[in-house]
């Protein structure tokens, strides 16, 4: 029996490792799709992590490490190409290594009149992904439309007018964290989501979702089996044997985040970075603009999920449980009925 219908990943999402140049601008590609979202690192570096999609289009950047609102950045993301994306230079770091990691949504995005504020939704209904953007009308609980056939469970949203507004990261509209922070989750201020549209929270304050005429862009992922995976896991404090996570496909990029613990950092990793596993494995942290760290958090990615490697609180440590998303390389069988490979 087939466990999905997305047998090809990188049609939907891909990870891409780019070395700058001495000239600026570089089309950067590979990715085996045409990208409407970039998040893209420098990876033996420092530099804030920057952010681009195609519904506020190119050069429009904001920075997942970082509560600014957003900016215009000439010599970032200038445009989305085929199969990639040019990169400007200021992110095209001579001799540099850089992480893309690109999700292929609908274009520009078409206007979505579900619930009680009109968005402008750019959604890929096959791999569960959505770009929106959307102005608050007001400081009262208000819904917007998403776009996807089913209800997202997971979704990042950014108060883009504004500088000093977190983001806010939403886990099946049970508990929220801030990504530009190593604060843990919380159950206040909680957005819910339907198979139609998400709404915001009744809140005096205008981080939470619906300020009165300030412009908010919502990334929304609704769990596709094979092709992405988001929920929690339990630590076992193990330096040696940590615990297996199932996901249903070979991972290429995975995040996670101590709901419990606070002061721990996100942590990132790709299989663009780490294309074996090894005793070493190179991570990054979504909330800082720190360089690549190879020596905690290290992980297995395996045909079928990821098992933790080593004890720290991040990741595995003090019993507390971990937050996760994963997205995959292969899921680990296709409607195609081949399955994938260890990695």
């Known amino acids: 029996m087939p ?5 090809k990943s990188s049609d939907h999402f891909n990870v891409v490792k780019w070395t700058g140049t001495s000239s600026s601008p570089v089309n950067v590609t590979g990715f085996g799709h045409n990208p409407d979202m970039i998040w893209n690192k420098y990876a033996n570096g420092a530099g804030d ?8 289009t190119a050069t429009k950047m904001i ?21 990639g994306f040019t990169a400007g230079s200021d992110i095209n770091v001579n001799g540099g290594i850089s992480i893309a990691h690109g999700w292929k949504a609908n274009g520009a995005g078409v206007s979505n009149t579900d619930g009680d504020i009109t968005s402008t939704v750019s959604a890929n209904t096959t791999s569960g992904f959505s770009i929106i953007k959307f102005t608050g009308n007001s400081y009262t609980s208000q819904s917007f439309g998403h776009g996807l056939n089913g209800t997202p469970k997971y979704w990042m949203i950014k108060n883009i007018t504004d500088s000093g507004d977190n983001w806010q990261v939403y886990l099946n ?16 201020y909680l957005m819910t989501a339907n198979s139609t549209t998400i709404t915001t929270p009744s809140t005096s304050g205008g981080a939470w979702g619906n300020a009165n005429g300030k412009d908010f862009i919502v990334y929304a992922f609704e769990e596709i089996p094979g092709f992405s995976k988001f929920g929690t896991y339990k630590t076992n404090n193990s330096v040696n044997d940590g615990p297996f996570i199932y996901t249903g496909h070979k991972p290429k990029f995975i995040i996670a985040k101590n709901m419990t613990a606070g002061g721990y950092n996100w942590v990132m990793w790709n299989g663009a970075l780490n294309p074996t596993n090894q005793p070493q494995f190179f991570h990054h942290h979504p909330n800082t603009n720190d360089t690549w760290v190879d020596n905690t958090n290290n992980i297995d990615m395996l045909s079928n999920g990821f098992r933790l490697k080593d004890y720290t609180t991040a990741t595995n440590g003090g019993g507390d449980t971990i937050f996760y998303m994963s997205f995959a390389e292969a899921p680990l069988v296709g409607s195609n009925n081949v399955p994938c490979t260890a990695r």
């Open 173 to 188: 509209g049970t508990d929220r964290a801030k990504l530009d922070t190593a604060e843990v989750f919380e159950q206040n």
């Open 3 to 7: 466990y999905t219908n997305v047998n």
């Open 63 to 83: 920075i997942p490490n970082s509560s600014a609102g957003e900016s215009t950045n000439a010599n970032g993301v200038t445009a989305f190409i085929s199969d």
């Open 49 to 56: 992590h920057q952010l681009y999609d195609a519904v506020r």
